[in-house]
């Protein structure tokens, strides 16, 4: 042990993740997050770990798609955002999605109940003390304006940042179910789920194209000048955005109809569906899937109602629009996430150029092992490139092309190139087939390299370090 703390500022999902991983090394951790002392235009509470966005942590399927391969390797690295995601899931198809009150107070129960994790209630307003030698920012996409400044100031770089959007919530007694019908795409069973885990709205032809213009026409939040030349990352777009880049554009997005058939009319196909996602664990709240959006809340009120089922609507919260900001990863940070112009500083989450939740809490997870081994005075491991960790953190240090570098989701696309399955008879497989094969060879080569990492790196299981539900 040592009696040096690691410092973390920030406590959204990756510097939670960090906190979590230094202490279970058995280095001390002092943790500051700003809130409430400094609020936020995005966040509703003071809790760690909150989800701004959507509840969602997207796929659950390890074998076939990249982000559940990150899931799964997560949760072998003892990972206390995956505990607590797995604890407070609620039905979402093939989807892991959260009740994110219930998620956030598992989070912050844990690290308020580990002996080494002290939570500061502060705002870091510039560079961190000379005397914090062993530091993690974790602060996100809505980094504070003067910490901010300052790490551009060392880095004498200019702002990357692009626009994030949120979807709105609907209180469930408010839809019509004499229109609305639950089923998941294709009746897939998901994590906690039985098939049936998501509220459908059926649209005609005229209902979507009316709906479609509605968008495009609608009264929308307005940009600053120093925010116009801000661009969109296309994981999150806003829904009118995307209407606006062709009329069909939704009917092959968040509002395809296939998979579904709706029980009320079951011989007419829908020409477009809206699906709602279960928000809490109780299943009164459900967000509309896809419908992140910059509308002002009047007019996404009036809009929304006019869909078939949500004619009575009633929202707890609409949607909105923050500035998301990150640095050039590629060119400030070396492989184990360090600033090359001050090492003693490390880098977490959204603020690296990752993009989504569960990508935000495994550069936290990794970030937390560096510095913890670190203060160890052990070797520093880094994860194989053929593992999702290894994957995205070679992508974000270094992997991508500095000059055109933007915030990327975990894929198959970043993992190292490996050739596709054969037949049996030793031919070579085609199409969807061969796709799916390369997939589980990738995620199958994965596993089998992620144990000696996570041998050479120690574990300290959850069911033996101080925590509590």
Not at 220 to 238: A, H, M, S, V
Not at 274 to 288: E, K, P
Not at 419 to 437: F, I, S, Y
Request: charged share 25%.
């Amino acid at each position: 042990m040592t009696n040096k703390p690691v410092h973390i500022i920030g406590g959204g999902l990756a510097g939670s993740e960090a906190a979590w991983q230094v202490a279970s090394k058995g280095v001390p951790v002092v943790l500051h997050e700003m809130r409430p002392v400094r609020k936020t235009d995005a966040h509703e509470t003071d809790g760690l770990a909150e989800l701004v966005c959507s509840n969602s942590f997207r796929s659950d399927d390890a074998e076939n798609n990249a982000v559940g391969l990150l899931h799964q390797e997560m949760r072998r690295a003892n990972s206390i955002i995956m505990a607590a995601a797995d604890k407070n899931q609620v039905p979402a198809g093939g989807a892991l999605a959260v009740d994110r009150i219930g998620f956030s107070k598992a989070v912050q129960t844990m690290l308020e109940n580990h002996p080494l994790v002290t939570i500061e209630r502060e705002e870091i307003t510039g560079l961190p003390p000379a005397d914090w030698g062993n530091v993690i920012i974790a602060t996100g996409p809505l980094t504070s304006p003067d910490l901010g400044a300052a790490i551009l100031a060392l880095t004498g770089e200019t702002s990357l940042a692009f626009f994030d959007a949120i979807a709105p919530i609907i209180y469930k007694e408010s839809i019509n179910f004499d229109l609305a019908w639950f089923q998941s795409r294709y009746d897939k069973v998901g994590p906690g789920g039985d098939g049936k885990d998501y509220i459908n709205l059926p649209l005609d032809k005229a209902q979507y194209d009316a709906f479609v213009q509605g968008l495009i026409n609608g009264d929308k939040t307005e940009f600053r000048d120093w925010e116009k030349d801000t661009p969109y990352f296309d994981g999150c777009l806003p829904i009118e955005v995307m209407a606006e880049r062709g009329t069909e554009t939704l009917r092959h997005g968040p509002m395809k109809p296939v998979g579904l058939t709706n029980p009320h009319n079951p011989d007419v196909k829908p020409y477009a569906v809206v699906q709602l996602r279960q928000d809490n664990a109780i299943g009164t709240l459900y967000n509309m899937v896809g419908f992140q959006t910059k509308l002002k809340y009047g007019a996404q009120a009036e809009l929304f109602r006019t869909l078939p089922g949500l004619e009575n609507a009633e929202f707890a919260r609409l949607g909105g629009l923050h500035r998301n900001t990150f640095l050039n990863s590629p060119r400030l940070l070396d492989g184990t996430m360090r600033l090359k112009a001050d090492p003693r500083l490390r880098f977490a989450g959204q603020i690296t150029g990752v993009e989504g939740y569960v990508e935000s809490a495994a550069m936290g997870l990794l970030t937390g092992r560096f510095a913890a081994a670190e203060a160890l005075g052990k070797e520093l491991v880094t994860p194989p490139e053929t593992t999702a960790f290894g994957a995205l953190l070679s992508h974000i240090t270094g992997g991508a092309d500095a000059k055109t570098f933007q915030p990327m989701n975990v894929n198959f696309g970043l993992f190292p190139e490996m050739t596709a399955p054969k037949t049996e008879d030793g031919k070579r497989l085609r199409g969807k087939e061969r796709t799916r094969a390369k997939k589980r060879a990738i995620t199958a080569r994965a596993f089998e390299d992620l144990g000696p990492w996570l041998e050479a790196t120690g574990e300290i299981s959850l069911e033996e370090a101080p925590a509590a539900f």
